[in-house]
Structures are given as C-alpha cells and as structure tokens.
C-alpha cells in the first residue's frame, strides 16, 4: 500500500522561527505533492503543492523543498507567526489513483 | 461560489444506533470523498464516488457505506455505531478526485460523539 509518512507528530517553534515539517514516500510514480492546513473547527485547505520535475516552491513564507532522489520533500515556514498554529498534512498524488496523506503535524507558534 | 456544506455539523449518538451523514460538493464537481479524522489517525480514507459510482473504499468495516445522486450530493451511513466510530467526519470534493492538481476543497466537517 502506498504511503507517506510525515514527521515529526507536533512541533513547538517560537514566533519568528523557522517550522520544518517532513515527509517521505515510498518507491512509487507520485504526480503531485501537496499541502494542507487544517484550523481547529475546520477542514483542511490546500496551502502549496509541488510537482516532482520542480526541486522548490515558495509562496509567501512557505516553501515547499522536494528531493526525487531521497523521496523526501519538506514544508518550511520561514518567520512563523502564531496565526500559523495549526496542523498541516503533505499528500501525494499517485497518478489515477486518489490522494495519499501523510498522518498530520500539529504545529504551534509561541508568540 | 459555495463551499462544501456538511449537515449535520454535531450530533451525538448512542452505540447501535444508525447515522446518516450529507455532504452537498462545490457546482459542477463529480468527485466526493469521505474521510474521518480522528486525534490519533490523522486523514483515514473511507471512500470516494465519481458521478455516483464508488471509485475507491478504504479499509474500514461494511458498516460504513455511501452513495452519490445524480446531482453529486453524496451521503454515508454508519450502521450499528461503536464507540469507536467518534470521530470528525470530513467530506471533499473536486472535478477529479484531485488527481490532476492535488487540490481536495474540504467541508468543515460532521463531529460525531457516539456515547
């Protein structure tokens, strides 16, 4: 069964900091490779997607870091304010099939 | 445009009881997704329906089942409810299935507390 594993579980990082959250998927031809926020009380939302020919996205103070040889890619928010509190999900698009997501880091910014 | 509206938002059960979940997809999307969130689980997939066939299920009992209308909207029925069975259910839609950009537009979600 194809899947993605997200690390770490939850994450403390102070207001300005940097928050690093992680992914790795298994040996498969993934298409896309997406982010999503998720706020207390509410669905998750679509935060910034990558494709695999591309090694970086940024949008605003969110980056997306992508490794095809590792299997890795990684979500970066750069000076991470407490609005950012939130718990974020990587996914993977499998080609046909549907979406695959990682187990979900919740993430809170101490301002 | 409107989101995916979810009804109803709470309810609380008892354990054996039946429930009956509604999910109305953003216009013009065929594909709708049910998932339940749990703090422990994160994302559990439970199944998909395109143009109101199922596509996918996930691995979860014969005791949770769904179905899509011909105008999308897509219910799922959890029969004989478990302790166990608490949980947010969450319902996606999109024009794929988010095969071709990876975007899934969630509803805020059903809060199931089965007692």
């Known amino acids: 069964q194809q899947q993605v594993k997200q690390s770490p579980q939850s994450l403390i990082v102070q207001k300005g900091g940097i928050s690093i959250i992680n992914c790795a998927y298994e040996n498969t031809a993934f298409d896309y490779f997406p982010w999503y926020q998720q706020f207390p009380g509410k669905g998750p939302a679509l935060l910034i997607a990558i494709r695999p020919d591309v090694s970086e996205k940024k949008e605003g103070r969110f980056t997306i870091s992508f490794n095809k040889s590792a299997k890795q890619f990684s979500l970066h928010i750069m000076d991470s304010q407490p609005g950012d509190s939130a718990t974020y999900f990587c996914?993977?698009?499998?080609?046909?099939?549907?979406?695959?997501f990682g187990q979900g880091t919740r993430l809170t910014i101490n301002p | 445009k409107a989101g995916v509206t979810q009804t109803p938002r709470y309810l609380i059960k008892t354990r054996g009881q039946q429930v009956t979940l509604s999910c109305s997809p953003i216009s013009g999307h065929r594909s709708v997704s049910w998932y339940q969130q749990t703090p422990g689980q994160g994302l559990q997939f439970l199944f998909e329906y395109f143009s109101e066939t199922q596509r996918n299920k996930g691995n979860f009992p014969g005791r949770f089942s769904g179905r899509q209308f011909s105008n999308s909207r897509s219910e799922m029925n959890v029969s004989t409810l478990e302790l166990g069975d608490s949980a947010l259910y969450l319902c996606?839609?999109?024009?794929?299935?988010?095969?071709?950009?990876?975007?899934?537009?969630f509803g805020e979600g059903s809060r199931l507390t089965v007692l």
């Open positions: 996606a839609s999109s024009l794929l299935g988010g095969r071709d950009t990876g975007e899934l537009f």
């Open positions: 996914a993977a698009v499998p080609g046909a099939q549907k979406l695959v």
